[in-house]
């Protein structure tokens, strides 16, 4: 992906900036990037990251005198949701997530919900596949998506145990033409950079998994019995201390084959 000299901690758009937690790890890349969103007296926090009280407090520190009136989360993996609860403890805020399991107050998330804080709107995208619950959050006046793991910075996104390929490649598509037809500027991604050519990256993630899964077929035809015999021969150039992920994408990728 591009980008890759571009400063992450304290970048953004408009209407969202960056604090980067120092998670740093070949699955998390520079670390978890949380959002604040809005310019004005109220904001929304959006994947408080992991249950890190350095991290947190950076995060409120980061508000001055503004107050949180929500904190969002793209979906609830640990090192998006982990500090969810501790920071809207801090904040005295609510947290919204599609599963009800990280909700603290009444209101969860789902596709097409909306809401404004500071004077900023906030659309709720559905996009399950990296894992079962996933998010993605549009801001219309920047033109600009957060997307949680569903797109990240830099590689390819992992298809999590609690994912599904098949609902994965439907999301990709959905936000393809959602990002053409809304002439989206920039994605704001859940790790990594935040990417300037959305329909781009669009266009690279899809074309990636076509490939792997012509790749994954090719593997079969050639021998290959299982997830480890595949990764050996598929993702040879990838670093091996990334093989276990892409043992666990190579598991959703042959269970959507065995689907078709």
Known sequence: MSG?????????????????????????????????L??????AVVDPGPDDETHLSTVAGRLGDRSVAVV???????????????????????????DRTHVLGEEGLGDGDGLT??????????TPGHSFDSLCFWLPADGALLTGDT?????TTVIAPDGDLADYLRSLDKLRGMAELAEAQALLPGHGPILPDPIGALDQYIAHRRQRLDQIRQAIREGAKDAREIVEMVYAEVPRDLWPAAEMSVAAQL??????
Not at 75 to 90: I, P, Q, Y
Request: proline share 5%; hydrophobic share 40%; glycine share 14%.
């Open 4 to 36: 890759l000299s571009l400063p992450i901690d304290g970048s953004g758009t408009a209407n969202a900036s960056n604090v980067l937690a120092p998670n740093a790890s070949p699955m998390t890349l520079d670390g978890t990037n949380t959002w604040i």
């Open 38 to 43: 809005g310019r004005g007296e109220t904001v």
């Open 72 to 98: 969002l989360l793209t979906h609830g993996h640990e090192d998006h949701s982990g500090g969810a609860r501790r920071f809207a403890e801090m904040v005295k805020a609510p947290v919204r997530a599609l």
């Open 117 to 126: 804080v500071g004077g900023v709107e906030i659309r709720v995208i559905g």
């Open 151 to 155: 797109i990240l910075g830099r590689g």
């Open 255 to 260: 269970n959507y084959l065995k689907s078709l």
